[in-house]
């Protein structure tokens, strides 16, 4: 299977700071990637999908790049209800997910 | 608008077997595979098997093969788990989760998860 390794798996901002957290595949998965966030007690909700692409309802101050084996997942200004726990996910072969990050209030 | 509601919490002893449900709603139930999802406490979460309901073709991880069937009810728009010979490191919520996809395969919606507890 393939291994999908997370960092950080933990980091402390402030709100309005930018967030950047990377995902590492560990062969290619061209752009098979996708980005999901998850609140205690709550299902995950998908952010990013394709590595880049928003989904519908998502706020514009999250994004995602890469392709191949690195991926990125960044969000621009950090608000109150992004304080959750982040992981990526790919779909290239047998699903797999990474660790997870989770953000946390300075 | 799309749903998938999960059954109620379990608690099983080791060696017992559980059925877990999601029943669907707001969409053409044929049309998507369902996938089941678990995450142990303080760990990743971990793939187990989909079903696409329209055709009931199904596909396990090898490490659930044996243990884990997945069916569905058409007429109820429901998916089932069923897993056996539970032990202690199957403790975990499990989701199940709808998957679409054009570019590549994501999950749109998921269950609000069944959390399985087993203990002696």
């Known amino acids: 299977d393939i291994q999908m390794t997370q960092s950080p798996s933990s980091l402390s901002a402030s709100v309005g700071d930018r967030v950047t957290i990377t995902c590492r595949a560990s062969?290619?998965?061209?752009?098979?990637l996708n980005w999901y966030q998850q609140k205690p007690g709550e299902a995950p909700k998908v952010l990013i999908y394709?590595?880049?692409t928003l989904q519908s309802g998502v706020p514009s101050r999250f994004s995602g790049s890469g392709s191949g084996t690195d991926f990125t997942l960044t969000i621009s200004s950090l608000q109150p209800e992004d304080f959750a726990t982040y992981f990526c996910?790919?779909?290239?072969?047998?699903?797999?997910f990474g660790g997870g990050t989770k953000v946390e209030i300075k | 608008q799309v749903q998938l509601v999960q059954s109620g919490a379990e608690v099983k002893k080791p060696g017992a077997s559980v059925r877990l449900s999601c029943k669907t709603s707001?969409?053409?139930?044929?049309?998507?595979?369902v996938h089941w999802v678990r995450q142990a406490p303080g760990q990743r979460l971990e793939w187990m098997a989909w079903?696409?309901?329209?055709?009931?073709?199904?596909q396990y991880s090898q490490k659930f093969k044996g243990r884990l069937t997945t069916t569905r009810d058409t007429s109820a728009t429901t998916v089932y788990m069923d897993l056996t010979s539970l032990r202690s490191e199957d403790t975990a919520v499990y989701y199940c989760?709808?998957?679409?996809?054009?570019?590549?395969?994501?999950?749109?919606?998921w269950g609000q998860g069944t959390l399985v507890t087993v203990s002696s």
């Open positions: 062969q290619n998965i061209r752009r098979d």
């Open positions: 079903i696409h309901p329209g055709i009931g073709n199904t």
């Open positions: 707001g969409y053409t139930f044929s049309g998507y595979a």
């Open positions: 989760a709808r998957m679409v996809g054009a570019v590549t395969d994501y999950f749109d919606k």
């Open positions: 394709a590595a880049s």
């Open positions: 996910q790919q779909s290239h072969s047998t699903l797999t």
